[in-house]
């Protein structure tokens, strides 16, 4: 028994300290769809939104009904009558039911009604596409901020390193008397610099892996970091008019707000339809029986159909039908401000996504170059402070020169990747294969 516990403790121990799978963007995208509640609730929106169709159809079609009713009456005999046995009155029963149909023929709210049902549908359908798309770049910038968040811990680790490697040269050299203490003090000051940005950094790698296993459900360790030579694409079409005459079509935000601007133009075409007439053709089938004796005589039953039209025309109504389509009105002019204002911020957002391409490949080009050349520098201050012709505040500025290139050099590079999906976005294209493009920048 002992040795089937101490085996079962083993192999949970191994499964405990399995590491986890590693996972890329796709991976992490795939996961969020099926994790996050924020899409989740999207879906259900949907859902609900696509059965306004379903209830604005129903108002143009037949209403069927079917009434029945059953009573059992004992009617009290007038005083003076009760002895009279023929005179005495007796309880009696009465049943009917009918069926009833009633078919709009004219009637502006129940067609406003369908088209507000129509447009609703597909306006939930919309929204939900953009609530997709919108997932993509939450995922895609909670991935590229656990990659940043690792690469500036490990540029300032890297950072603290050397300056503690200094510090203890210079007290080596202050001790032999080859230093002065102000080499000491300098170095010293680098040193506590990189341990308070180490300190600041692990918290921003703490912060970021938590948000993006906050959307996706993945342990953030296991992340795949991009490879060190990132493919700079250029944008299709390469022109800025061409991306926004592209956005100004088939932006999903201006989508929307065109399917907000229909449901109000359609909703002040039903208040002012408030002033028209209603037609209904009607028809229905009645029968009733009793058994009062007066009845009998009629055979104790009834039985009728009919057929015909109803019209019903408002005349006054204290003033608010002409409130309901002035509010209407006011509804309509809004929903065209905000479709306008859709428009301009759409235009807004292109240009940003598009510099961030354009001008994030030639910053990534130009970081790169700019690395290569503060690794050289700082190759060199070393060398010229064991000659003697750099001093250690020299030293000290190059570490400090290269580790912010290092920094910056992965900044732009997931801006980049950022701007590429962002881009799309703003032009309703982002989808699963721009997503896998971009993905291709991640080592496996």
Not at 2 to 28: E, M, N, V, W, Y
Not at 129 to 138: G, H, K, N, P, V
């Amino acid at each position: 028994m002992k040795r089937q516990l101490h085996l079962l403790a083993c192999l949970l121990a191994a499964g405990l300290s399995t590491p986890a799978q590693a996972f890329d963007l796709i991976d992490a995208w795939r996961a969020a769809h099926n994790y996050d509640t924020g899409i989740a609730s999207s879906r259900s929106d949907l859902t609900a939104g696509q059965e306004k169709q379903v209830q604005g159809r129903a108002g143009l079609l037949p209403q069927v009904g079917v009434t029945g009713n059953y009573s059992h009456s004992n009617p009290i005999a007038p005083k003076g009558t009760q002895g009279n046995g023929n005179d005495a009155r007796v309880g009696y029963e009465s049943n009917s039911y009918g069926v009833n149909l009633s078919q709009p023929l004219f009637d502006v709210s129940r067609y406003t009604g369908y088209k507000k049902g129509k447009i609703a549908s597909e306006l939930a359908q919309t929204q939900y596409d953009i609530a997709e798309q919108q997932l993509i770049i939450d995922v895609a910038k909670a991935y590229f901020d656990v990659l940043l968040a690792q690469d500036t811990l490990s540029a300032t680790r890297a950072s603290k390193k050397a300056y503690k490697s200094q510090l203890e040269q210079a007290k080596t050299a202050f001790d032999v008397g080859t230093a002065t203490i102000t080499d000491t003090y300098e170095a010293q000051a680098g040193y506590d610099g990189a341990v308070a940005n180490e300190i600041i950094a692990e918290s921003t790698l703490e912060l970021a892996n938590n948000n993006l296993t906050r959307l996706t459900g993945l342990p953030a360790q296991a992340i795949q970091p991009i490879t060190s030579k990132l493919a700079l694409e250029k944008p299709n079409p390469e022109s800025l008019d061409g991306w926004i005459a592209l956005a100004l079509g088939n932006s999903l935000e201006i989508k929307a707000q065109q399917q907000a601007l229909a449901v109000a133009e359609q909703d002040l075409t039903e208040k002012r339809g408030a002033h028209l007439p209603t037609v209904n053709l009607t028809a229905g089938y009645q029968e009733s029986r009793s058994t009062l004796p007066a009845v009998q005589g009629n055979l104790g039953a009834t039985r009728g159909s009919s057929i015909g039209v109803s019209v019903s025309l408002p005349l006054f109504a204290g003033g608010g039908i002409n409130s309901q389509v002035s509010e209407a009105a006011a509804r309509l002019d809004s929903a065209r401000d905000k479709l306008e204002s859709t428009r301009r911020k759409v235009r807004e957002d292109v240009r940003r996504a598009y510099l961030g391409v354009t001008n994030g490949a030639a910053y990534v080009r130009a970081q790169e170059q700019l690395l290569v050349s503060a690794k050289s520098k700082l190759e060199s201050t070393r060398m010229g402070k064991e000659v003697g012709i750099r001093t250690n505040i020299d030293l000290l500025k190059a570490e400090q020169d290269y580790t912010d290139t290092v920094k910056s050099l992965a900044d732009a590079r997931y801006r980049y990747l950022n701007a590429r999906l962002t881009l799309a976005q703003s032009i309703g294209s982002l989808d699963d294969k721009v997503l896998a493009s971009v993905n291709t920048s991640i080592r496996h």
